[in-house]
């Protein structure tokens, strides 16, 4: 199925954008062709996780990333790779929390080999070690972590 062949089908454009990323490694392709999926079905899970990879990992566009895969949840709330996917952003971001519950989103969806809970006792035992940061007031009376 050619973009080509058929100019309004988003699943063309979502396996272009696939190839021009993964093969081409034609990263700006790959972004204009997941968002054209997108804007041809709003609804299109599958072109917005894609996207959200890519941005995450090709441009390190965390903020583009994060509304990427929020948006997939939020349209396919059983949808665990999204889940998964937002999961790792915000263990990036060093959001350990946020990671932890994306990672239960995952486990809702149907995790079923076990992973989820492996992740989860990986980012509660990085979460445990991490330093406390002492809070500071500013000069205002503000109190800064």
């Known amino acids: ?7 309004t089908n988003p699943e063309a454009h979502v396996k272009l954008g696939t190839e021009l ?13 997941f968002r054209k999926a997108i804007e041809l079905d709003p609804n ?9 990879v890519l941005l995450r990992d090709m441009r390190n566009d ?6 990427a895969f929020r948006e997939a949840i939020d349209i396919e709330p059983k949808e665990g790779t999204a889940h998964w996917n937002l ?6 971001r060093g959001d ?9 989103g995952y486990i809702r969806a149907g995790d079923r080999d ?11 035992k990085k979460q445990k070690d991490q330093p406390i940061q002492a809070a500071t007031v500013d000069g205002f009376g503000r109190v800064n972590a």
């Not at 199925?1 to 100019?7: C, G």
């Not at 990323?21 to 062709?33: M, S, V």
């Not at 965390?62 to 509304?67: R, T, W």
């Not at 076990?114 to 509660?124: H, M, P, V």
């Open 1 to 7: 199925m050619s973009v080509e062949l058929n100019p």
């Open 21 to 33: 990323k993964n093969l081409r490694r034609d990263y700006d392709g790959a972004e204009a062709a």
């Open 44 to 52: 299109h899970v599958n072109a917005r996780i894609n996207l959200g």
């Open 62 to 67: 965390y903020d583009g990333a994060e509304g």
């Open 87 to 92: 999961s790792i952003l915000l263990e990036k």
């Open 96 to 104: 350990l929390s946020g990671a932890i519950e994306a990672t239960r």
């Open 114 to 124: 076990k992973d989820g809970q492996q992740r989860i006792e990986r980012l509660t």
